[in-house]
């Protein structure tokens, strides 16, 4: 086959099988589909690595050692050491990946290829001469078009994360859902596509929510009416997600020590007037009986008192504000921040 072809079906097979569309398992994926005919100084590897070539060369036949398997195993190896050395093992696993595959597709072509060796046994895939693949020919094209289209599929899907995600998000289970959710949470907006029912008369639900946050394999999630929490306010038959505008998530702890509350959520808001700003958390407050909630059907309790205690649960900022005032707390508080870019 033609080194591009070569490329274009490592690439396509790291990008779908490794779930990436990052350059560098793809650039690795392209020089493992090469390294098979560094055994011939008329390849274009040949050339660039011309002495390794001609030492090949002189030594074994074309398609045999660097066509095998062994030398995917050792390939295998390298990369393996190299990514435990670096830290991160699975781009460079394509390397590999773009060997193996070189070799195997070379297996439908006139010659084959001595896939065991040392076993001298040629390894061809088509029986009828007349049906393998020739270089160059009308067949590799058709080939070299596929994998291609293979490509653009698989960095599709790697960005809209990976084959696997859109298996489960296709069949609204809630691993996919969680995956892509994880994926894009700090940088876009992801929603919901809940069909479901009202957990306390189970009339219909379903419909489009923007989601705060992951609690678990459920969500917390919006309508831009009230706040609500799959499996407890909402009961979800089948859930999908889907990204949205581009926006910066961002969390931090507020730690009060007998401070006046309002004070540093005010300041909260005047550094980014125009976000969505949700806060929750447990504090300790002098006058318990002044934080007077409405209670709102349906909804997840953003306040709760207990005792002294005022329990938070992504409470909107403003409303905090409005119920803390004058309040003096002892306690941590996380505030969930989504802003515009």
């Known amino acids: 086959m033609m080194a591009i072809t070569h490329a274009a079906i490592a690439t396509a097979g790291a990008s779908l099988l490794l779930g990436t569309a990052q350059p560098l398992p793809l650039a690795l994926a392209v020089l493992g589909s090469q390294l098979p005919d560094i055994d011939t100084t008329t390849s274009i590897i040949g050339q660039v690595f011309y002495p390794i070539s001609s030492w090949i060369e002189d030594r074994f036949p074309h398609r045999s050692v660097t ?4 030398a995917t195993a050792t390939l295998t190896v390298i990369a393996l050491v190299i990514g435990f050395t670096v830290g991160t093992v699975k781009p460079w696993l394509a390397l590999p990946l773009g060997h193996v595959l070189s070799c195997f597709s070379d297996c439908f072509t006139r010659q084959g290829v001595q ?4 076993d001298p046994a ?13 270089t160059g020919g009308p067949g590799e094209y058709w080939v070299l078009s596929a994998a291609v289209a293979l490509l653009l599929l698989g960095i599709w899907l790697a960005g809209a994360g990976g084959v696997q995600t859109q298996v489960t998000q296709g069949l609204g ?5 969680v995956a892509t959710y994880n994926a894009n949470a700090a940088s876009a ?5 809940i069909t479901g029912v009202w957990a306390d008369d189970r009339t219909n639900a379903s419909g489009r929510y923007l989601i705060l946050d992951a609690v678990g394999s459920e969500f917390v999630v919006t309508d831009g009416q009230g706040i609500y929490q799959t499996g407890k306010q909402l009961l979800v038959e089948k859930l999908t997600t889907a990204t949205g505008a581009a926006m910066t998530r961002t969390t931090q702890t507020l730690t009060l020590n007998d401070e006046d509350v309002v004070s540093r959520l005010q300041a909260l808001r005047m550094a980014n007037p125009s976000a969505r700003i949700y806060v929750s958390g447990s504090i300790t407050v ?24 005022v329990e938070l649960a992504y409470c909107d900022l403003d409303v905090a504000i409005s119920l803390l005032d004058d309040q003096w707390a002892t306690g941590v508080i996380t505030v ?5 870019r």
């Open 67 to 70: 066509h095998s398997l062994a």
């Open 115 to 118: 896939l065991f060796w040392p």
């Open 122 to 134: 040629w390894a061809i895939s088509v029986s009828n001469p007349k049906r393998r693949l020739r």
């Open 173 to 177: 289970l809630r691993d996919g859902a």
């Open 189 to 193: 907006e992801v929603y919901a596509e």
């Open 286 to 309: 002098d006058w318990p009986e002044d934080v007077r909630p409405t209670v709102l059907p349906r909804q997840l309790p953003a306040v709760t008192v207990v005792g002294k205690s």
């Open 336 to 340: 969930l921040q989504f802003s515009q």
